[in-house]
């Protein structure tokens, strides 16, 4: 099936530092990316839609100067995170889309993120 | 009020048990609807999606209720394997936008 590959899957840095996730679809060109993150027990929340080409649009409340994304090519997007702060520490997710129907977002492994 | 509420549970039951889940939507508008597993620590995971008519996929059961905006899972002769958050998903347009419920835990014991 559909694999879709995030890297790196765990971080741990000092508070200021950048950090760059990367999300590649291993087998399928995605035209359309997205970039959740999730707390501690709750649920996850759409951050932005990266589509390859264009500007990310982002979700209210996700602050675009703060949360860099990147899609310039069909099989990879990147998420970064610029002068991350503890309040930064959470689990991010990508998905991917081959665009033949909402059931084809397949999604990577994940990205615990913890800022110190 | 969130736009999908689950019960967060746990709910824990000896193998074999039967359960429900349930899930509510708060957008009368929203068009698709989902089942996911999410192990600890773990991506989710589709398990089945939903359709009007309800369906079935082996021991797993899902129901949708628009009037009511309500969908149900049930699991069948619960395994151990079955161990894990089960989030309940609804895509409101055909952005392939989905909104997550916050999750229900499940803990099967033997």
């Known amino acids: 099936g559909a694999v879709v590959s995030q890297h790196p899957s765990r971080v741990i840095c000092k508070s200021g530092t950048s950090v760059k996730i990367e999300c590649r679809s291993l087998d399928f060109q995605a035209t359309t990316m997205f970039w959740y993150r999730q707390f501690p027990k709750q649920s996850l929340m759409l951050m932005a839609t990266?589509?390859?080409?264009?500007?990310?649009?982002?979700e209210q409340g996700v602050e675009k100067d703060k949360f860099l994304i990147n899609h310039a090519s069909l099989t990879l997007s990147t998420l970064t995170v610029t002068s991350a702060h503890p309040e930064d520490s959470s689990f991010y997710i990508c998905?991917?889309?081959?665009?033949?129907?909402?059931?084809?977002?397949?999604f990577g492994d994940g990205t615990r993120l913890s800022i110190l | 009020r969130k736009e999908v509420e689950q019960d967060p549970g746990p709910f824990n039951v000896p193998e074999g048990a039967t359960v429900a889940f349930n899930c509510t939507y708060s957008n009368s508008a929203s068009q698709s609807f989902f089942w996911y597993r999410q192990d600890c620590r773990k991506e989710p995971k589709l398990l089945m999606s939903v359709y009007s008519s309800g369906n079935e996929d082996g021991r797993f059961t899902a129901q949708l209720n628009r009037a009511s905006q309500y969908i149900s899972l049930l699991i069948r002769d619960s395994k151990l394997s079955d161990s894990a958050t089960y989030l309940c998903v609804v895509n409101v347009d055909s952005s392939y936008k989905l909104i997550f419920g916050s999750g229900t835990r499940l803990l099967v014991r033997p």
């Open positions: 990266s589509n390859e080409g264009s500007k990310a649009t982002y």
């Open positions: 998905s991917a889309s081959e665009g033949q129907g909402l059931a084809s977002q397949h």
